[in-house]
């Protein structure tokens, strides 16, 4: 693209897309449930909507796992009516 200089010649110059330097990020959606059971509360959790049973009760290895896998949290909304939360992780998408 040609622009007009401030010396009045004419420049080459290259538009580069803003699109090319923004950072782009992959997301994973946690759900955290609290339920009743015969042994009282209950958390339970589930990644993208698969439950992950073995860890119920256990938020920092939930964490700590998605961690490890360069995964940080970016947002916690609680749902007080459904006793239950949304957590959302993001990683810079490769």
């Not at 759900?31 to 209950?42: H, I, N, Q, Y």
């Amino acid at each position: 693209m040609a622009l007009q200089g401030m010396g009045g010649g004419r420049e080459n110059v290259t538009l580069i897309s803003q699109e090319a330097y923004m950072q782009k990020w992959e997301y994973v959606i946690v759900a955290e449930k609290t339920v009743e059971s015969d042994r009282g509360p209950l958390t339970v959790y589930a990644i993208n909507g698969k439950p992950i049973e073995p860890w119920t009760n256990d938020l920092p290895r939930v964490a700590n796992f998605l961690g490890e896998q360069g995964w940080e949290l970016a947002a916690a909304h609680p749902i007080h009516a459904a006793n239950s939360a949304i957590l959302i992780f993001k990683r810079p998408k490769s």
